[in-house]
């Protein structure tokens, strides 16, 4: 049975930074694109960031785009998203996701085909 598990959420302040990771099992995830979402309370999931399965091609929102970095480790089963320069509005739960697609042009959180439970970042003023 395949396993997405995310770790690294906290509490940080404004210009802080986080590293989450996605440690995955049950499935060769190694062949897959993986994709960092988030939902803010009250709000859709939004689309992060996306690294296909080689990892030599990576996509941003452009709300992310500079402050944070996508990157993956196959032969550890762990994909990273590391958030600096942390603002208020980057409050919301992370969710790590994987599907077979070409990565970044699936950005719908439901069209995904594996994901995991989430992390809670909280950005404070």
């Known amino acids: 049975q395949a396993h997405l598990l995310e770790s690294g959420g906290g509490l940080v302040q404004a210009g802080g930074s986080l590293r989450l990771s996605c440690a995955t099992s049950?499935?060769?995830?190694?062949?897959?694109?993986m994709n960092w979402f988030r939902q803010a309370p009250g709000k859709e999931h939004e689309f992060v960031a996306a690294i296909s399965w080689s990892g030599s091609s990576t996509y941003y929102a452009d709300s992310v785009k500079g402050r944070f970095t996508i990157s993956r480790d196959n032969a550890k089963d762990t994909v990273y998203l590391q958030m600096n320069s942390l603002k208020p509005e980057d409050t919301a739960v992370y969710y790590c996701?994987?599907?077979?697609?070409?990565?970044?042009?699936?950005?719908?959180?439901?069209?995904?085909?594996?994901w995991g439970k989430g992390t809670l970042v909280t950005v404070s003023s």
């Open positions: 049950g499935r060769t995830f190694s062949l897959y694109a």
């Open positions: 996701t994987a599907h077979r697609g070409v990565p970044g042009n699936v950005r719908n959180y439901y069209a995904m085909d594996y």
